[in-house]
């Protein structure tokens, strides 16, 4: 069991870690494993944690190792009206 600290403290309501955002199985337990439950180090690498971090909300397109940079997920997501300039 992980400790509290290793937990992402987005973890409560963050729809991928709650099983409601990948539909292929095993997949959102990987990430729970390399980003969610791995310490402050990895979910701070997470693209939804800098996202939300950053912006207040994480779109739900967005996976812990997007390959876009920060900036160009905003602005992706201001493109498709999911965040208000």
Do not use: H
Not at 39 to 54: H, I, L, N
Request: one cysteine or more; glycine letters at 6%; hydrophobic letters at 30%.
């Amino acid at each position: 069991i992980a400790m509290q600290n290793d937990l992402c403290p987005k973890v409560a309501k963050c729809p991928l870690f709650n099983g409601k955002l990948l539909k292929r199985e095993g997949s959102e337990e990987s990430y729970k494993n390399l980003y969610c439950k791995a310490g402050k180090e990895k979910w701070a690498s997470c693209k939804r944690y800098q996202t939300s971090e950053k912006v207040g909300k994480c779109a739900d397109w967005i996976l812990p190792n997007c390959s876009m940079s920060l900036d160009e997920i905003i602005n992706k997501m201001k493109e498709k009206g999911e965040l208000v300039a």
